[in-house]
């Protein structure tokens, strides 16, 4: 996770600035930044680099991605005042949600998840928007991973245990971890192996 210390360790880029001028309000420019900024850190510290020779683009489908390649993948989420990251040796999707930002989980549940899905949810006494959180994370996740996001169609990804899914039929493996307000998870195409968990 990436606090506010990140924008006094690095400075951003004269595109980095220039991208977030066009956020709608401040805070949605300083959580980019943190995002952008975290990640060339973290990647600096993985490669021994440099932090401002680290350059990031955005694939045609708006998923960012290095692009000097390193041997490293990465996915960005925010939700609220949380930014966030993981970092990989092969392709990798990642959602955070902090918790108390949704108010209806049965009826989002029930428009855009799978009816088995929806159900559990309807049907759980106890911890309802944990559930939620958990499919919804581990759903935006896969989608993330694919470069669709949620343009992608939430139904296309289905929850099958805590630790996988599929995405169009295709299996992915799932990772999901407690945050000190919510929940992230880590989706790939190979068992996840998570080896550090710091914040910036």
């Not at 966030?84 to 999707?93: E, H, K, R, S, T």
């Not at 049907?123 to 470069?147: H, N, P, Q, V, Y």
């Not at 343009?151 to 245990?161: C, F, N, V, W, Y």
Request: net charge positive; with cysteine.
């Amino acid at each position: 996770m990436f606090g506010d210390g990140v924008l006094s360790i690095a400075n951003p880029t004269d595109e980095e600035r220039r991208q977030a001028e066009t956020r709608a309000s401040e805070s949605s420019r300083r959580s980019w930044l943190l995002g952008r900024i975290g990640v060339r850190l973290a990647i600096a510290n993985y490669t021994h680099r440099d932090p401002v020779a680290i350059r990031i683009d955005v694939a045609p489908n708006g998923k960012p991605f290095l692009a000097d390649d390193c041997g490293l993948f990465f996915n960005i989420s925010h939700s609220g005042q949380t930014v966030a990251a993981a970092i990989a040796a092969l392709p990798v999707g990642f959602d955070v949600e902090v918790t108390g930002r949704v108010r209806d989980v049965r009826g989002i549940a029930n428009r855009f998840f799978h009816p088995d899905e929806a159900r559990a949810i309807s049907e759980s006494s106890a911890g309802r928007e944990s559930l939620f959180l958990r499919m919804w994370t581990a759903k935006e996740s896969m989608l993330k991973l694919s470069g669709d996001g949620l343009a992608g169609g939430l139904e296309k990804a289905r929850i099958r245990s805590d630790e996988t899914g599929t995405l169009d039929g295709r299996q992915v493996f799932l990772r999901n971890f407690p945050l000190a307000n919510g929940i992230g998870t880590v989706a790939s195409h190979s068992p996840i192996k998570i080896t550090r968990n710091q914040s910036i």
